[in-house]
């Protein structure tokens, strides 16, 4: 059985100046039919049954819940404090024990060479120096990891 968010509690706690309305659709937008989705891409393209994965760039975090599902332990991040700490009140009023976030670049992580089994990077790599972020998430994957890295082009901007 899949899970069941309570993100709408979450969102009600934050005083209305932390998140502005479009922080807010976007949060509802993610989450408003569960994770199912994030799950059975996760799972389509081999990222469960992991030790120790990262979300690079976790945002609110529906990619990190997907990953705490199907794998034994999620270490997240994003250089938004507010997101990290969307993402900690949610794991937090859910009792998922599994993920631990805190606030950082992708050009210069917090972890330890070789520490992860698989990295999960979406929406982030383009918005940064790209050469620098894919050299510091090769550090941090152990030898033979699995790298998921998405990217837009620049119509984007």
Not at 77 to 93: G, Y
Not at 107 to 132: H, Q
Request: charged letters at 20%.
């Amino acid at each position: 059985m899949k899970p069941n968010l309570k993100y709408l509690d979450v969102i009600s706690q934050f005083q209305p100046t932390i998140y502005s309305e479009n922080d807010r659709r976007f949060i509802n937008r993610i989450f408003y039919q569960g994770i199912d989705k994030y799950i059975d891409r996760l799972r389509a393209i081999g990222f469960n049954n992991l030790n120790c994965v990262l979300d690079a760039g976790c945002g609110y975090g529906q990619w990190s819940l997907g990953l705490s599902y199907l794998n034994n332990q999620v270490y997240s991040f994003d250089v938004s404090a507010e997101r990290v700490n969307f993402l900690q009140e949610l794991t937090n009023l859910n009792s998922i024990k599994n993920i631990s976030s805190k606030t950082s670049s992708i050009e210069l992580l917090p972890y330890d060479s070789n520490s992860f089994d698989a990295i999960f990077c979406y929406g982030v790599v383009f918005l940064s120096p790209w050469r620098e972020s894919l050299l510091e998430l090769n550090r941090v994957l152990k030898p033979g990891g699995k790298l998921f890295v998405n990217y837009t082009d620049i119509g984007w901007y």
